[in-house]
Nanobody, 125 residues
């Protein structure tokens, strides 16, 4: 059973940068499409982006385009979400998620069946 653990959240200054990591246990990481979602207080969970295991394609939500970069290191069983110039509206719990056989169009949380516990990101103005 694959388990995911996020790290790297915390308090970041607006206009700075942050990187959240998602470490996966198990030996099938390279087969997993890795997604990033976030949930702000009182709001629904929303898609941030994903990196497909099938062909390495990357997709971003419109809110993430130009500010976020998603990468993965299959040798370290880790996926990364880099965010540049965060603003207070980016405050949320950030989750990584994984699923097998997911294509780059898989942007809904229901399509991912493995989830981390999330990491809080707070952006100070």
């Amino acid at each position: 059973q694959v388990q995911l653990r996020e790290s790297g959240g915390g308090l970041v200054q607006a206009g700075g940068s942050l990187r959240v990591s998602c470490a996966a246990s198990g030996r099938t990481f390279s087969d997993l499409t890795m997604g990033w979602f976030r949930q702000a207080l009182g709001k629904e969970r929303e898609f941030v982006g994903l990196i497909s295991a099938i062909d390495g394609s990357i997709r971003y939500a419109d809110s993430a385009k130009g500010r976020c970069t998603i990468t993965r290191d299959n040798t370290r069983n880790t996926a990364y979400l880099q965010m540049n110039s965060p603003n207070p509206e980016d405050r949320a719990v950030y989750y990584c998620a994984a699923g097998r056989g997911l294509v780059v169009q898989s942007t809904t949380s229901e399509q991912f069946d493995i989830w981390g516990r999330g990491t809080q990101v707070t952006v100070s103005s």
